[in-house]
């Protein structure tokens, strides 16, 4: 079945370290995003990518990064620069024809 | 800018009960979409709204579109405690890709 894997489930970074957060689709949808959600709180973007070897900050890049070297990954770094990163982060993607967003399972990360 | 509003943020309502929840957006849009997120979890599409007048229906679910009043309605129908969930109304810009402005959710308890 085609979907989007997000992993790891849980993720516990230490202060000043740097952790990398998996998204990984087989719908061959072109368009892949990052948004993060605080708790009862809506979503925010992060950023996104409409095509390989493209991508666009959005509301909320800043102590981010990510890469698009491949149609179905779309790695999403936090960087010891995002003062405040606990939260949970969903990783989507869509075929740009109007469908919506596909959504991953998320990945819940917890400063320690 | 574009703006997503939804009312109630909050509902609490009794089983059996109908109610409906308002979604406003600031901009002209023809795609709208609405997602379910369980308490955790990640986000379920429900509906995809795609012109004016759009109704469609599941279960005890029905959205519309309106895209002259920039409104969209989820009606629920005699609720049953398995509709508790935050629901999430999404609007389309319409740019060369899916970038989508999420509502701040309206957060649905059902009580028996």
């Known amino acids: 079945d085609g979907g989007i894997t997000q992993s790891p489930k849980y993720l516990f970074r230490k202060e000043g370290q740097n952790v990398t957060l998996s998204c990984e689709q087989n719908l061959n949808h072109d368009a892949m995003y990052w948004y993060r959600q605080d708790p009862g709180q809506g979503l925010r973007l992060i950023y996104y990518?409409?095509?390989?070897?493209?991508?666009q900050k959005g509301d909320i890049a800043e102590g981010y990064s990510v890469s698009r070297e491949k149609k179905e990954s779309f790695p999403l770094t936090v960087t010891s620069a995002q003062k405040n990163p606990t939260a949970f982060y969903l990783c989507?993607?869509?075929?740009?024809?109007?469908?919506?967003?596909?959504f991953g399972s998320g990945t819940r990360l917890t400063v320690v | 800018e574009l703006k997503v509003e939804q009312n109630p943020l909050f509902l609490s309502m009794q089983e059996g009960k109908n109610y409906t929840i308002y979604c406003n957006y600031s901009?002209?849009?023809?795609?709208l979409y609405w997602y379910r997120q369980d308490p955790g979890k990640s986000l379920e599409s429900l509906f995809v709204l795609l012109s004016n007048g759009a109704v469609k229906q599941e279960g005890r679910l029905m959205a519309s579109l309106d895209t002259k009043a920039r409104l969209s309605t989820l009606h629920i129908t005699a609720a049953v405690h398995d509709l508790s969930a935050t629901y999430f109304c999404a609007v389309d810009m319409k740019t060369s890709y899916d970038k989508v402005i999420f509502g701040p959710g309206t957060s649905l308890s059902v009580i028996p």
């Open positions: 901009t002209t849009s023809d795609r």
């Open positions: 990518s409409q095509i390989v070897n493209d991508f």
């Open positions: 989507a993607s869509s075929l740009t024809t109007g469908d919506g967003y596909t």
